[in-house]
């Protein structure tokens, strides 16, 4: 991230509340968010389900719509499985190369299918590659949708082993309040979580959904969670 961007991106968090604009939860206790991105893979997927069910800890999953359509039935496991579901657009198309207008259609229809499908409307959004300009997020606000982006990134697009990934978990000093950037259309993020619970993470940090983070969230525009099924 170049340094306008970043000086941009710390304003923002400094000045906007965490209900439209979250980048960090609370560090007064000792929570963090695991979120995974660009899914839902049919074989990657369901391993990381299979892994979080393991350490019985919850994540936010931010869905490609056209992967969500593709593959509706891993829809329905995140959601049975207690998980949350957030809005990823719908073609995950470089930020640069797409319009306002069209990066707004996409997240609509992301939400239109995701609200069809669980009866309900992700609070959630996160842009691809977390790139926003003005109109994008005055357009998101208006779609009644809250932007979600990240404080840790592993970078687990360039791991190429189980060597990687142990090699990151090891330096890993988590932080209360820390929101996790994994992705799971990749082999490694199952692997991350295994290695970041052996190493005894879990232990001290209870991983929560968003919504926790804000109290009023469920009352004012409840996230697409299990609860959306019943």
């Not at 998980?83 to 207008?101: D, F, K, L, V, Y």
Request: charged residues 15%; contains cysteine.
């Amino acid at each position: 991230m170049n340094p306008l961007r970043q000086m941009l991106r710390a304003l923002m968090t400094a000045s906007l509340p965490p209900s439209r604009w979250l980048v960090r939860g609370p560090g007064t206790t000792p929570t963090l968010a695991l979120t995974f991105d660009d899914g839902p893979h049919p074989e990657f997927t369901p391993q990381v389900l299979d892994a979080l069910a393991r350490w019985h800890l919850r994540a936010t999953f931010f869905v490609v719509g056209q992967a969500a359509a593709d593959h509706p039935y891993l829809i329905d496991q995140i959601l049975s499985a207690g998980h949350a579901i957030g809005n990823h657009t719908w073609s995950h198309g470089e930020p640069r190369q797409t319009s306002t207008s069209q990066f707004l259609n996409e997240v609509q229809r992301t939400s239109a299918w995701l609200t069809e499908h669980a009866n309900s409307t992700p609070r959630w959004m996160r842009p691809p590659k977390g790139e926003l300009t003005p109109g994008k997020l005055l357009g998101l606000w208006r779609q009644q949708l809250s932007v979600a982006l990240w404080n840790v990134d592993p970078k687990d697009f360039r791991m190429h082993s189980l060597a990687d990934v142990q090699a990151w978990c090891s330096q890993y000093r988590p932080h209360a309040g820390d929101v996790v950037l994994l992705h799971d259309r990749l082999p490694w993020a199952a692997a991350m979580i295994d290695q970041l619970g052996q190493d005894g993470l879990f232990a001290r940090f209870r991983t929560v959904l968003l919504d926790d983070w804000i109290p009023a969230a469920k009352s004012v525009s409840p996230g697409l969670t299990a609860a959306s099924l019943r």
